[in-house]
């Protein structure tokens, strides 16, 4: 073990996507002459995770994608939406090439990587002091992307928790010009939302997944069960299906702050630092901008702190239309059906990216039932009032592991 401490510029704590996002805008931004250090227990490789979102094409991510479309399918039971993206697309990315790419960066930067995990990260306010099972590392800044949960808990804590499976099919029975972004035909949890989804690569190979928006995991045989009810749904014959591979995942769904800055020179990215987006569960897009700004932000000199992810409003709105479905005021199926009805596609993808107007704001607010609405935000008012004058009355909350199957053989129910 080494007791002499290294001196870094800029350390990276936390390996996965969003660490991985930064190192190739580093790269890509023209940054020379930085020391950089990556330090994480795991060097991430391969295809641990699939991210969804969407953008618009002709940016530094179109020669990674596995696929995508600009057209999606919106449905509710009785109501079957095929919508038009234009200007732009609904994406897949899996964590592979992101991995490979960061991989690369990390070679061109001269990146130092430290296999530990970080046991203590210290702003002593001109340099910041990351304690690791190989000895200590100092630095200029630190960028940490760590999971870890709400400063407090939310009004509302809700889960995003999920499980996917890569279908492979004897024959074409996909539709590789359309996603079904999402599908509420599912049986509706008594607390939440559900929903599945279809991401087609091509006519015989997609991912399709069944997601849960409440409070509490399910079991594995559970999230098994709904995935099979699913494809049958779907109309799709099991003794025709392989399925490769299986994906889990939970994400946090709270009005609960999470904090960017918790110190001068320390900086929290993805989840940790506010990526996700609390009605949604969708972080990806929040990612790589971070990743962005803080390239150019170091290419010109200056501190390696990104803007904020969503505008105040927009954390606002969120936290209002969780607690409207928490409290049964609205039903999912109902609510996003809405939006998509009562707004052209773009204007509520990019709302749900936090890049709508104030107009647009006011456009999509009115697209959904006022009085349940109006309730919900009058409750949420109340609720910050009752966090002032008694602050840390709710008990800690923290996001679970994502649900694995016991061995890979349990996953395919037939």
């Known amino acids: 073990m080494s007791s002499a401490p290294v001196d870094v510029d800029l350390a990276l704590v936390g390996g996965g996507g969003a660490a991985s996002l930064v190192l190739a805008a580093l790269a890509r931004h023209g940054v020379r002459d930085l020391r950089i250090a990556v330090v994480d227990p795991v060097h991430r490789r391969g295809q641990d995770r699939t991210w969804a979102f969407w953008d618009e094409p002709g940016n530094d991510l179109d020669e990674l994608l596995v696929a995508s479309w600009t057209q999606v399918e919106v449905v509710t039971p009785g109501t079957h939406r095929t919508l038009d993206l234009n200007p732009l697309r609904y994406a897949m990315l899996r964590s592979g090439p992101i991995y490979d790419r960061a991989a690369e960066a990390e070679r061109r930067l001269g990146v130092r990587r430290i296999v530990a995990g970080a046991e203590d990260v210290h702003d002593e306010g001109d340099r910041v002091v990351v304690r690791t099972g190989d000895g200590p590392l100092r ?99 099991p003794a025709r299906l392989t399925v490769t591979e299986v994906e889990n995942g939970v994400i946090p769904m709270t009005d609960g702050p999470f904090v960017a800055r918790p110190s001068p020179r320390v900086v929290r990215l993805g989840t940790a630092g ?101 309730t919900a935000g009058v409750a949420d008012a109340a609720g910050r009032l009752r966090d002032r004058i008694a602050p840390g009355r709710r008990p800690p909350w923290t996001v679970p592991p994502a649900v694995v199957a016991p061995s890979d053989a349990d996953a395919p129910p037939r």
Not at 342 to 354: A, K
């Open 139 to 237: 630095a200029a800044w630190v960028l940490d992307s760590r999971p870890r949960p709400p400063r407090r808990p939310g009004r509302t804590n809700w889960l995003q928790h999920f499980r996917g499976w890569w279908l492979a099919a004897d024959r074409p029975v996909f539709d590789p010009e359309r996603a079904v972004l999402m599908d509420f035909r599912t049986p509706q949890p008594v607390r939440g939302v559900s929903f599945g989804y279809v991401l087609p690569v091509d006519s015989r190979y997609a991912l399709v997944e069944y997601t849960e928006f409440g409070p509490d995991l399910l079991t594995s045989a559970a999230y098994d069960a709904a995935l099979a009810g699913y494809r049958d749904l779907l109309g799709l014959d």
């Open 274 to 374: 506010g990526a996700t987006r609390p009605s949604t569960g969708f972080t990806f897009s929040a990612m790589h901008r971070q990743a962005e700004q803080v390239a150019r932000e170091v290419a010109a000199g200056r501190d390696p702190v990104p803007a904020s992810a969503y505008p105040p409003r927009h954390r606002w709105m969120d936290a209002v239309a969780l607690r409207a479905l928490d409290r049964d005021l609205v039903g999912g199926p109902e609510f996003f059906g809405r939006l998509f009805d009562r707004n052209p596609p773009s204007r509520v993808l990019r709302f749900l990216d936090g890049g709508t107007t104030r107009a647009e704001d006011l456009a999509v607010m009115r697209s959904t039932r006022m009085l349940p609405m109006v």
